[in-house]
């Protein structure tokens, strides 16, 4: 069962490496290495105070606040539309990074397309605006079925990023997250998530389809030794590929949510994003008691936060 506690610590995951990488967005590495990130700072790219979280935070919140309502993506789609005109889950209510391939995707939404097909689903159209948000949908794992369950994980990221391999790298994050909501450590978590994720893209449904010829792409993350990749090979651009393998990487080569989340933003690059991406799993793992305080206290409409998990382990619990 999944309980609460899980789900504020995934929440508070996300949010955390978020708004630690907030303030140092497309810093080289080079210049993290020299001054790298200790502590939660703020200002710096976008000027905003410590513990500001971003547009990875507020979708996350959007998608797990719809998802207190059952299963609706017209519903998910609505809410993501409310963030970019009002603010809503905005962490002080306004918008202050939008990527194109989201604001392209939720203008196409407004204007009548399905939420499935919303999203852009061309080569170009695959950055980590889906996969940054996706985490809420992993705490589902015991209400549908794996394959219904990544099926929904797909929908979800067409909703802004349609592209398969968008949809594959949701699915294997979920894949993994799922078996870190089990209770197991997280070398295991990656190696049992890529084999059952593996055993959907390769053996069963979409075996014939265009997922599988997108498998390629994956080599590194399916190899089951992203771990043992060294640091120059690991990419932090905002490519959803880069993002999924870097996460991984940061997770599998730390022992706590702090050094999961620094190896994160020191990377540089799109720092609030792979913050965020390792944070979620991370926060489930080590769980929101082993999250630096200091860091927590700071977080940005914290006790909202906490609220909307409550409501949403109340709607999995039943």
């Known amino acids: 069962m999944v309980t609460n506690t899980q789900i504020v610590s995934g929440l508070m995951g996300v949010c955390v490496g978020d708004a630690l990488g907030v303030p140092v ?16 700072l703020g200002y710096g790219t976008w000027n905003q105070p410590p513990g500001t979280w971003s547009d990875d935070s507020s979708l996350t919140l959007c998608l797990a606040e719809s998802l207190c309502e059952g299963f609706s993506l017209e519903a998910i789609a609505h809410s993501f539309y409310r963030w970019y005109k009002e603010g809503y889950w905005g962490a002080h209510g306004e918008v202050f990074d939008i ?22 689903s061309q080569e170009y159209h695959n950055g980590n605006g889906s996969l940054m948000r996706i985490l809420p949908m992993a705490y589902f794992h015991e209400t549908w079925s794996f394959p219904e369950l990544i099926t929904k994980v797909h929908q979800v990221s067409c909703i802004t990023h349609g592209h398969r391999r968008s949809q594959m790298a949701c699915g294997i994050y979920i894949s993994i997250a799922v078996e870190l909501l089990k209770g197991f450590e997280p070398k295991v978590a990656y190696i049992q998530g890529v084999e059952n994720i593996n055993q959907i893209y390769v053996d069963q449904i979409y075996s014939s389809s265009e997922y599988a010829l997108e498998k390629p792409h994956f080599d590194r993350v399916f190899s089951g030794k992203i771990a043992e990749t060294p640091m120059e090979e690991i ?10 393998e870097a996460s991984l990487w940061c997770l599998l080569n730390s022992s706590s949510y702090a050094q999961a989340v620094l190896k994160a933003v020191n990377l540089g690059g799109d720092t609030d994003t792979t913050g965020a991406v390792t944070g979620g799993l991370a926060g489930i793992y080590y769980g929101v008691e082993n999250i630096p305080s200091q860091w927590l206290e700071q977080i940005a409409r914290k006790q909202e936060i906490i609220d909307l998990a409550s409501r949403l382990s109340l709607v999995i619990s039943h």
Not at 100 to 119: D, F, Q, R, V
């Open 25 to 40: 967005e497309f810093t080289s590495r080079q210049e993290r290495l020299k001054s790298p990130v200790t502590t939660m």
């Open 99 to 120: 990527a194109n391939t989201t604001l392209e995707a939720i203008m196409n939404w407004h204007n009548g397309a399905s939420p499935t097909k919303a999203g852009g």
């Open 235 to 244: 990419k932090s651009s905002g490519y959803v590929v880069d993002t999924l």
